[in-house]
């Protein structure tokens, strides 16, 4: 319903555009300091020489931050991406159900034409809208930035690591439907959904020093996220890009059966 | 007459926490229906069951013949719905926000004009500026821009100033001129005195009593108002018709159903400064349900009038 898709996009668009515009400006800054590093390898190799391997691992430092591939997936794999898409993802996908029962909007729609799952699947497509928004942006201020500072850098090489963080992203706001339609309670969805964000970082941060635990550490999303060999390589995860599709579906399915079932009462 | 409405044995408990139990009634095509509880009487609950929000624990509701939970979709086409606290969006205009109401109901553009005017309605104005009567005439208007043929409303003159409540008498009377059904749920019985043409009380989530309005006043009930000189002796008004609603110091709040004789002769034995004799308004038979215990609506005939007199 285009009405209905057309509110959506006019609910998020102040959400999803100032976070595209951080984003994007912060990707920005990160690609133009990557000259400096590069041309003082040498220096920087030598200082981070300093700190305990197992922490710069923990921290997705390894390898040499001049080589792109390293310094990208370090500063906006591995830090700026995952609290992006983790606050965009929790905002959005806590509001069409939990929030708009509390705040009494879901009654209102749903008592018109506009069925349970055509309003949850439309929501749901506004998430898929605000992600590719956010990888867009930021692979863009890197791109931009990258050529104003005379690095380029292979555009199609990060366009694939935006589309496997666009897969990371939609992850997590899946997961966090269905905790919302599970909880029918925005505090309580956000507050499992951020915990469970932050509990698969520390077990992916934690396998990279203690080995022992990396079958359990395959759960953690983070695992399956590396921009490295795509950046570097051209290689693209194509087995945890499909597992971020499959883990999505299935959350958003089981989201919509549920909430066609639900009984609605804040 | 087909019924648009019906509930049998309609139930919905929250856990251990009561919301309705065993609430049967129909309410007619072209009829306006009164539903009229206070708050937490489960009167909402009913809505919600109606509109398929909630699933019944027990019984069942049909609404166009169909079932309210799982035909929810296919009735919502046929519904206009005012909730008791709909939330819109501030950052929409008025206009803004009914227009995107209207679309979601297969609404042309600005189908709210009209209502909107005869409310006073600034459609211009972000809704999150707006005051509480005026968010409210959003929820009128958008109830009554549509032509659907039954309109559910939730407690819907709520912060409209009584000119408003007027105008909204109004648009009901129209509406129900063209043979459309309301279902009205509310705690405002002038309200429902004026607006609906049959009453269901709900009391603790039960349905103690669905009449006609007109009947409801129209018995031989007079409601008895007194002044005295000096308070009255415990139990003096103890007769078989009559029950005492209200007995405070030297006012008295009486209801007498048929031979007002005997009650005549016992305030005559009182010194009264002031006495009001009155066809009751639908506020005291209300109280006079809430002052007796629980009962339920079932298939038996009421008390033959004048059999049981009540402290």
Known sequence: MNAAFGMELRRMRSLVGWTAVASMVYGGIVAGFYPTIRDNQAMIEQYMGLFPKDLLSVFGMEGGLADPGAFFSMYVGGMLWPIVAAVAAIALATRPVAADLEHGFLELVLSTRLSRVRYLGTAIAGQLVAMAVLALATVGGILVVGRVVGSPFDAGRFMLAGIHAFGFGITIAAVTTLLSVLTLDRGRAAGIAAGLVLGMYLLDAASKVWTGIGGVAALSPFQHFQTRPIIDEGVFPIADFLLFVVVATLAWGAALLLFRRRDLAA | ?311
Request: hydrophobic share 40%; glycine share 10%.
């Open chain 2, 1 to 311: 007459m087909n019924e648009v409405i019906e509930a049998v044995g309609l139930t919905k408990r929250y856990g251990t926490r009561r919301g309705i139990e065993d609430v049967d009634f129909a309410v007619r095509e072209g009829e306006a229906f009164g539903f009229l509880g206070p708050n937490g009487a489960g009167k909402t609950t009913a809505i919600r069951l109606l509109l398929g929000f909630l699933r019944p624990s027990g019984g069942r509701a049909t609404v166009f013949g169909q079932d309210a939970w799982t035909e929810a979709a296919t009735i919502h086409e046929r519904v206009a719905y005012l909730g008791s606290d709909p939330g819109y969006l501030g950052g929409l205009t008025a206009a803004e926000q009914l227009d995107y109401l209207g679309a979601l109901r297969g609404l042309p553009k600005r189908s709210w004009q009209a209502v909107a005017e005869r409310l006073e309605l600034d459609t211009t104005v972000r809704i999150r500026k707006l005051s509480r009567g005026n968010r409210q005439k959003i929820g009128v208007v958008a109830a009554f821009m549509g032509n659907e043929p039954l309109l559910i409303l939730d407690e819907p003159t709520t912060g409209l100033d009584p000119l408003m409540q007027r105008e909204f008498l109004a648009l009901v009377s129209e509406i129900k001129s063209a043979g459309r059904t309301i279902f009205l749920s509310s705690h405002n019985l002038p309200e429902v005195e004026r607006a609906c043409d049959r009453v269901a009380i709900i009391r603790e989530g039960r349905l103690t009593e669905v009449r006609a309005v007109a009947e409801l006043l129209g018995d031989h009930w007079r409601s008895v108002n007194l002044l005295l000189a000096a308070p009255a002796p415990v139990g003096h008004f103890s007769l078989s018709n009559v029950e005492v609603l209200a007995q405070t110091g030297r006012e008295v709040h009486l209801m007498v159903l048929g031979d007002v004789g005997p009650l005549l002769d016992r305030i005559a034995a009182l010194h009264v400064a002031d006495i009001s004799i009155t066809t009751p308004d639908i506020e005291d038979l209300f109280l006079r349900e809430y002052r007796a215990p629980a009962a339920v609506v079932g298939p038996e005939p009421p008390e033959p009038a004048g059999t049981e007199a009540r402290p």
